[in-house]
Structure formats: structure tokens, C-alpha cells
């Protein structure tokens, strides 16, 4: 397929979700580099969705270490249970925070990010990594966001090695 995304106007989330999954899965569909493609996955969600941050962290020695990510800069290991990103993977479940200063042990990256979800990817029954999202507006995610990265995380699971 082409190298460049169709990317919807459409103001309706789950319009612009329905037409970017599918370009996504295929474009993670021909190739078979985990790095490569989660780079391409965070560029896709970035531009595509519009999001403040979008970034992976992928599970090493037993901390959360950054992968492939758009946007600031991130802090580079988080520790199991810590931060949203650590609840969301010792919990292995989707964390929604409306607003990051009420989340408590809230790791800030950065000062411009208002709210946030978690995504675990998960592969053999185990968290092998996490999709993180943020957003520079306070409620910016719900379960419409959920639901679609939910399922964008069952496809990289597939490709996860
Ligand atoms: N806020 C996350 C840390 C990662 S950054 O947002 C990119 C957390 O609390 O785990």
C-alpha cells in the first residue's frame, strides 16, 4: 500500500477511528519489524487522531521501558504499578484519567498533558507492552477510545514478538 494515510475530517471520533484502524492494521500488515511498525502506529494515531502524545512502553527485565512514541520527549522507565502506565499494566486493564493531576502518583512527562488512557497489549495472557495516549485537554477519552485502541492492541499483539 501506499506510504501515507488517508486521514478522516470528519469531527466525530468514532468516524475518524473506523477509518484509521483498518489503514493501520494494513500497513502493520506488510511488514514485519515490531519497532518499525509501532513507529508508524504512534505517527498514524499522532496525526491521524490528532493526539497531544502517543507512544508505546514495552515491558523489559520487568519495567516499562519507552519504545516508539510522537510527540515531547517521555520519561524512559516506569516501574510496575507506577504511574498510570504502570497500574494499567500490574492491573492489566484500560485506565481512563480525565485529569492527571487527580490520578495519584501521576508521572508527569509533561506539563501540557490534561488527560490520559492506557491500553495494555497483551500477548499470551501476559502484558508484553502498553499504547499510551495522552491529550492537552482535560476528558478527553472514553470508552469509544477504548474500544478502538483496544482493538488496535489485539492487532499488534499478533505482530508482537
Ligand atoms: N503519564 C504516564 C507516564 C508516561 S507519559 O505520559 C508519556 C504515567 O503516569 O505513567
Not at 29 to 40: F, H, K, R, V, Y
Not at 58 to 72: A, I, R, T, Y
Not at 94 to 122: A, N, R, T, Y
Request: a negative charge.
Amino acid at each position: 500500500m501506499a506510504e501515507e494515510l488517508l486521514i478522516s475530517t470528519s469531527t466525530d471520533k468514532t468516524v475518524k477511528y473506523e477509518e484509521l484502524i483498518p489503514q493501520i492494521e494494513a500497513l502493520i500488515g506488510t511488514e514485519s519489524d515490531l519497532i518499525a511498525n509501532l513507529a508508524n502506529v504512534s505517527s498514524a494515531l499522532k496525526y491521524g487522531m490528532d493526539f497531544f502524545w502517543v507512544g508505546f512502553y514495552m515491558v523489559k527485565n520487568d519495567e516499562l521501558v519507552l519504545g516508539p512514541f510522537q510527540g515531547p520527549i517521555a520519561c524512559t522507565r516506569v516501574r510496575k504499578g507506577k504511574g498510570v502506565c504502570g497500574t494499567a499494566w500490574e492491573k492489566n486493564e484500560v485506565l481512563i484519567v480525565p485529569d492527571v493531576d487527580q490520578f495519584p502518583g501521576h508521572i508527569s512527562c509533561s506539563s501540557d498533558s490534561k488527560s490520559e488512557i492506557v491500553v495494555p497489549i497483551i500477548k499470551n495472557n501476559t502484558v508484553v507492552g502498553i499504547i499510551d495516549v495522552d491529550s492537552d485537554q482535560l476528558n478527553s477519552f472514553d470508552l469509544i477510545d477504548s474500544q478502538f485502541l483496544k482493538r488496535l492492541c489485539s492487532s499488534i499483539s499478533k505482530i508482537w514478538q
